[in-house]
């Protein structure tokens, strides 16, 4: 059996890798069928895939904090309307190519909802880069010294 987990891990599929040890320690392997098995093999490397690639996404929006749409207190008292975050919550604004911006008074959470959104984009596949403004102007500044902003 340590073959085929090999075989797996050599292909690159590690999710299918794991999955076969589980299926062999729990001794589920014998009870299902060829294509029940291979379905359920399938689904767990696309599992992988996707927690791989949501994770990747994540690290590489350097988020300053951690958030997501789930977490979000709808407070009337800080302007926070739950249809909206909804809304904004299915990521069609990126789609559409739409700019959105959180406004509020200090301390209201705005870069925390932001980071839920961007979190929540990074969950629907898009790449995301978290910038606070002082690091936003110093990035343009760079990519214009370096002729790199379009």
């Known amino acids: 059996m340590d073959e085929i987990i090999n075989a797996l891990r050599n292909l690159k599929m590690p999710g299918m890798a794991h999955y076969w040890a589980t299926m062999q320690e729990t001794r589920q392997a014998e009870s299902l069928s060829l294509k029940d098995g291979l379905q359920l093999l399938i689904q767990a490397e696309l599992d992988n895939r996707n927690q791989s690639r949501n994770a990747r996404l994540i690290k590489k929006a350097h988020f300053r904090y951690q958030a997501s749409i789930s977490e979000v207190i709808y407070d009337c008292k800080r302007g926070v309307d739950k249809q909206k975050v909804l809304n904004l919550a299915t990521c069609d604004y990126v789609k559409n190519g739409v700019s959105i911006l959180i406004t509020g008074a ?45």
């Open 106 to 150: 200090a301390g209201t959470g705005k870069s925390w909802l932001g980071t839920a959104f961007g979190h929540q984009a990074c969950m629907n596949g898009y790449k995301v880069a978290y910038y606070n403004l002082y690091r936003l102007f110093e990035e343009i500044s760079l990519a214009r010294i370096s002729s790199t902003l379009h």
